[in-house]
DNA sequence: CATGAATGAGTGTTCATTCAT
DNA sequence: CATGAATGAACACTCATTCAT
């Protein structure tokens, strides 16, 4: 605590510095792309010249592997988290996860991230191995223990699990990719409320999944 | 028939030339995106020289302009046309444009064009004007027309447009973006067959909108 | 013949290119060495640009391999050629080789080739390994062969091939190093006469080597 | 031995750190050439921070300068020192001297120091002229005092200085170029015996130069 | 004394487009 | 009509040296 009190300028300047670069990478990945995104950018975006950038990230390859680090991961773990720890039934933790994954990513500027990886994965095969193995994966895994649990408390029935992620999946990546292509006006996505569309559509897929529907 | 008899050799390649052209361009378009696409490679794939490729369209632009309007405005109109001469119910008319949709192009190469504007539209404000303006206002046209005409005639529930139409179009985009993200394994994409996913939304959808649903 | 006439510029410009391309390189790789000549100067001084010097060559590494084809390899193939034709003694053939070698090769422009290489092999270990392959193999199999001949023939006695090997390449190695030694004045190179000294120790060494030394 | 007991940590170090830093700049020196050497690598491997390095030398020139006093000016100064206090006849002592420098020298890891300064000497100039004047020169005067010495005691003949010259050094370089050539493989560097080598050359140059060459 | 954060100039390679032939 | 030679702008990454702490 004294510390913060002591540490010299330079000190403190060089521990805010990953971080300063790192949010100014996720403006201009997000904002451009990754291949369009030039070093340079990133380093004058976060104040720094050309050279320092390299000096914090060996790579802009590993430069955009430590912002998904930053600001996907971490997302998915924090979820994960929530999964584990969430005392409520099946069907609210399904909801819940789907609003909040809506309200926590697929609404920030983060959520960029997902786009740029499925429009340039294909170019940089290196990322896209990366993002699969650590945002992917876990995430489609922590969709199946929700869907597991509730098949196992009887909350659930019998459905096909493929199906059911992407019904969960879809609609997040429709509004991210629809948000995100600026140039583009994919119906609906510029009036409708995202927020509304997600809780919609959890309900409507929970009731499908559910035991007892009581829709009539 | 009688053309292939009449006309010399020089001039029925000339007359193919272009077709050859834009089917080369399509495939490498799909395969390797906008960008990543080397003019000398159409040329090459069609098997002419890079200027005669630039004799027949003055720019890669042009070029991709002219891919999707062969390929995909071609069938949006044929889409539209179908809608226009429709004779059976509203709900009959979406469940089957949906399928045919999927058939005709989501399941096709030239379904590639759409992950293809949307990863790169940003970066090519051109085409993706043309593309908003040829493909999915048409396309998003022909949908609202279907919607209220179901409306007109009683058969679909007072809805929200826009939401609607996002669900009609959102299981379509996922599939795409899927098929073509091959770095990546987005969930369920690999094993579940689409068009069963496709007419299972398709089914849920028409039921959530119609009138008498006999869910009770 | 009657081609040359009808040829148009462009077209014998295209045939010149490489050559002309080839002649700079090797200025500018012996004047510089390989690391330090930039691309662009290679293309300026063959009055092109620098795109067009990728045009013939795919790397700049091509082009040093290509510089050396023309100039080293080329030279080793008519040496093997003329030991394999020579018809004296194999005393004179060794000392014709050397002074040959030296007069058609140590004395040009080439050499410096030789210094490039073993100066900057260590750090470009492709061009090393195809030079090892391309130059030094063959011009030492060649060399082998000359002594086996005269060991055959009962010319020369018993000896180590590797030392001997050793001793005929020294000085023109060494005379090779000095010269292209710029900045350096390693004694003796500027003033003594290499064809002399070279001439020198060929005699040597075939004295050395023979039956008959009639040294005393 | 009391200075170990006298002296406090911080204070040894600090007139050791020269040391260590000259010596790890030896060894990258001579592994990777100068260009090629960071000066970073050099502090790290003496255990040193960047910064510290040009505390003790204002660049990357003046550290290399001082490795060559400590390793080779030293050397050429001790051999001059035994050269003037030599007690025997000049063929002695030339064939002494040349085993010498390979053996205190040629053999080992400062000889790269010369391979290296053949190759980069024409990219970094200045160092060229400080060895030439530190190194070169006065060991060229040490063996012309010799061939002199030798002559006015009517031991040697009336012979062309440069070219005795030459034929002392072309072995020794031609040995100390092979061996650190380490992507190059020039004929019998590997296998046969350097030392022996240098003998038979030395024997064989002395009996040329001598007055009563009883080869007879 | 020692540290290490910051700098910024320098270069091989690609590719859409043109135009002389 | 068809060719293909030529162009030139654009971009990631390195490293010796400095100087604030």
Known sequence: ?????????????????????????????????????????????????KGTLFLYFPSK??????????????????????VAN????SAELLKTLMLEWWRRYGSTKASGITKLIISEGNHFPDLAAFYQE????????????????????????????EHTTMVVIAPMLFLIMSKHANSLCISGSQETNPENFIAQHAELLVRGLSNSNSLC
Do not use: C, H, Y
């Not at 605590?1 to 949010?23: A, Y």
């Not at 969430?86 to 039934?89: L, M, Y």
């Open 134 to 161: 650590e945002v992917i994966d876990p995430a489609t895994r922590m969709l199946k223990d929700i869907l597991e649990r509730g098949r196992a408390t009887g909350e659930f029935l019998n459905f096909n699990t």
């Open 61 to 82: 390859e590993e430069l955009f592997k430590a912002v998904v680090r930053e600001n996907v991961v971490k997302t998915v773990k924090e979820g994960a988290l929530e």
């Open 1 to 49: 605590m004294s510390e913060s009190l002591l540490t010299p300028k330079r000190e403190r300047r060089k521990q805010q510095r990953p971080g300063e670069l790192l949010e100014a990478a996720l403006d201009l990945f997000v904002e451009k792309g990754f291949a369009a995104t030039k070093s340079e950018e990133v380093a004058a975006k976060a104040g720094v010249s």
């Open 86 to 89: 969430f005392k409520g039934s």
